[in-house]
């Protein structure tokens, strides 16, 4: 009889008790993640972005109409 209980407990009790704990830590660490990303997502939000200046010379190619 304590053998059976014996197996019992170190066999199936212990084991998802650990398992059960390990899934936990991993919840917790995907949500702390997915929360980081929607604050540094809402911060770059937050920003004002600033219009990219382009300089008219530069970007302007002159060309002939070839008839």
Known sequence: MLYLLYKFIF?????VSKAT????DKLKEMQA????????QQQQQAKPHQ?????????????????
Request: proline residues 6%.
């Open 51 to 67: 219009p990219v200046q382009k300089s008219g010379d530069k970007d302007y190619i002159e060309f002939e109409d070839v008839k």
């Open 11 to 15: 066999e199936l009790v212990i084991p």
């Open 21 to 24: 704990s390990q899934v936990k």
């Open 33 to 40: 993640q997915q929360q980081a990303q929607q604050q540094y």
